[in-house]
Nanobody, 128 residues
Framework: VQLQASGGGLVQPGDSLRLSCAASGSSFGSYSSYSMAWFRQAPGKEREFVAVSSWSLILYTDSVKGRFTISRDNDKNTLYLQMSSLKPEDTAVYYC?????????????????????WGQGTQVTVSS
Protein backbone atom coordinates (compact mmCIF):
# COMPACT_ATOMS: atom_id res chain seq x y z
CA VAL A 1 0.00 0.00 0.00
CA GLN A 2 1.34 3.41 -0.96
CA LEU A 3 0.03 6.82 -0.01
CA GLN A 4 1.18 9.84 -1.99
CA ALA A 5 0.45 13.23 -0.49
CA SER A 6 0.62 16.41 -2.54
CA GLY A 7 -0.63 19.98 -2.68
CA GLY A 8 1.50 21.67 -0.06
CA GLY A 9 3.16 25.01 -0.56
CA LEU A 10 3.91 28.48 0.73
CA VAL A 11 0.84 30.66 1.28
CA GLN A 12 -0.05 33.82 3.15
CA PRO A 13 -2.23 33.99 6.26
CA GLY A 14 -5.88 33.82 5.30
CA ASP A 15 -5.22 31.88 2.11
CA SER A 16 -6.59 28.49 1.17
CA LEU A 17 -4.89 25.29 0.08
CA ARG A 18 -6.08 21.81 -0.83
CA LEU A 19 -4.04 18.73 -0.04
CA SER A 20 -4.54 15.42 -1.79
CA CYS A 21 -3.52 11.89 -0.88
CA ALA A 22 -3.68 9.20 -3.53
CA ALA A 23 -3.74 5.58 -2.37
CA SER A 24 -2.54 2.65 -4.41
CA GLY A 25 -1.41 -0.94 -4.04
CA SER A 26 -2.70 -4.36 -4.93
CA SER A 27 -3.14 -5.27 -1.26
CA PHE A 28 -5.24 -2.25 -0.50
CA GLY A 29 -8.59 -3.95 -0.87
CA SER A 30 -11.65 -1.78 -0.51
CA TYR A 31 -10.51 1.81 -0.09
CA SER A 32 -13.90 2.90 1.20
CA SER A 33 -13.55 0.63 4.21
CA TYR A 34 -10.31 2.25 5.40
CA SER A 35 -10.22 5.03 7.92
CA MET A 36 -8.26 7.84 6.26
CA ALA A 37 -6.72 10.64 8.25
CA TRP A 38 -4.49 13.68 8.14
CA PHE A 39 -1.83 14.37 10.75
CA ARG A 40 0.72 17.16 10.90
CA GLN A 41 4.04 17.83 12.53
CA ALA A 42 5.41 21.29 13.10
CA PRO A 43 9.12 21.90 13.67
CA GLY A 44 10.12 20.92 17.18
CA LYS A 45 6.68 19.54 17.99
CA GLU A 46 5.11 16.13 18.14
CA ARG A 47 2.91 14.85 15.38
CA GLU A 48 -0.72 15.76 15.95
CA PHE A 49 -4.05 14.57 14.64
CA VAL A 50 -5.85 16.91 12.23
CA ALA A 51 -8.87 15.10 10.79
CA VAL A 52 -10.22 11.65 9.92
CA SER A 53 -12.85 10.20 7.62
CA SER A 54 -14.14 6.80 8.69
CA TRP A 55 -17.29 5.56 6.96
CA SER A 56 -19.86 8.24 7.90
CA LEU A 57 -17.78 9.59 10.77
CA ILE A 58 -15.71 12.74 10.37
CA LEU A 59 -13.64 14.17 13.20
CA TYR A 60 -11.45 17.26 13.48
CA THR A 61 -9.06 18.57 16.03
CA ASP A 62 -10.47 21.69 17.68
CA SER A 63 -7.92 24.09 16.20
CA VAL A 64 -9.05 23.43 12.61
CA LYS A 65 -12.81 23.10 13.06
CA GLY A 66 -14.66 25.48 10.77
CA ARG A 67 -11.55 26.07 8.66
CA PHE A 68 -10.54 22.65 7.35
CA THR A 69 -12.70 20.10 5.53
CA ILE A 70 -11.73 16.48 5.01
CA SER A 71 -13.28 14.58 2.15
CA ARG A 72 -12.61 11.52 0.04
CA ASP A 73 -13.37 10.19 -3.40
CA ASN A 74 -13.65 6.45 -2.98
CA ASP A 75 -13.82 5.89 -6.74
CA LYS A 76 -10.43 7.58 -7.12
CA ASN A 77 -8.91 6.23 -3.88
CA THR A 78 -8.09 9.79 -2.95
CA LEU A 79 -8.33 11.74 0.28
CA TYR A 80 -8.48 15.53 0.43
CA LEU A 81 -7.98 18.24 3.00
CA GLN A 82 -9.39 21.63 2.06
CA MET A 83 -7.76 24.22 4.26
CA SER A 84 -9.01 27.79 4.45
CA SER A 85 -8.29 30.82 6.62
CA LEU A 86 -4.80 29.46 7.10
CA LYS A 87 -2.77 30.70 10.04
CA PRO A 88 0.98 30.69 10.67
CA GLU A 89 0.40 28.05 13.34
CA ASP A 90 -0.87 25.70 10.63
CA THR A 91 2.68 25.52 9.28
CA ALA A 92 3.76 21.89 9.37
CA VAL A 93 4.45 18.80 7.34
CA TYR A 94 1.10 17.19 6.65
CA TYR A 95 0.85 13.41 6.48
CA CYS A 96 -1.99 11.24 5.30
CA UNK A 97 -2.54 7.89 6.93
CA UNK A 98 -4.70 4.82 6.46
CA UNK A 99 -6.05 2.43 9.07
CA UNK A 100 -7.22 -1.04 8.13
CA UNK A 101 -10.88 -1.72 8.67
CA UNK A 102 -11.63 -3.25 12.05
CA UNK A 103 -13.80 -2.71 15.07
CA UNK A 104 -12.26 0.04 17.17
CA UNK A 105 -13.15 2.67 19.68
CA UNK A 106 -13.69 6.06 18.06
CA UNK A 107 -11.12 7.56 20.40
CA UNK A 108 -8.40 5.45 18.81
CA UNK A 109 -8.83 7.29 15.50
CA UNK A 110 -7.01 10.24 17.05
CA UNK A 111 -3.90 8.13 17.68
CA UNK A 112 -1.11 7.86 15.17
CA UNK A 113 -0.28 4.32 16.26
CA UNK A 114 -3.72 3.20 15.09
CA UNK A 115 -2.74 3.76 11.46
CA UNK A 116 -1.05 1.13 9.32
CA UNK A 117 0.14 3.12 6.34
CA TRP A 118 1.60 6.61 5.99
CA GLY A 119 2.34 8.95 3.15
CA GLN A 120 5.62 10.78 2.78
CA GLY A 121 4.30 14.18 3.88
CA THR A 122 3.81 17.50 2.17
CA GLN A 123 5.06 20.82 3.56
CA VAL A 124 2.59 23.60 4.26
CA THR A 125 4.07 26.97 5.18
CA VAL A 126 1.87 29.90 6.13
CA SER A 127 3.82 33.12 6.27
CA SER A 128 3.54 36.74 5.24
Amino acid sequence: VQLQASGGGLVQPGDSLRLSCAASGSSFGSYSSYSMAWFRQAPGKEREFVAVSSWSLILYTDSVKGRFTISRDNDKNTLYLQMSSLKPEDTAVYYCAAAQPKTRLTSRLYRGDEYDYWGQGTQVTVSS
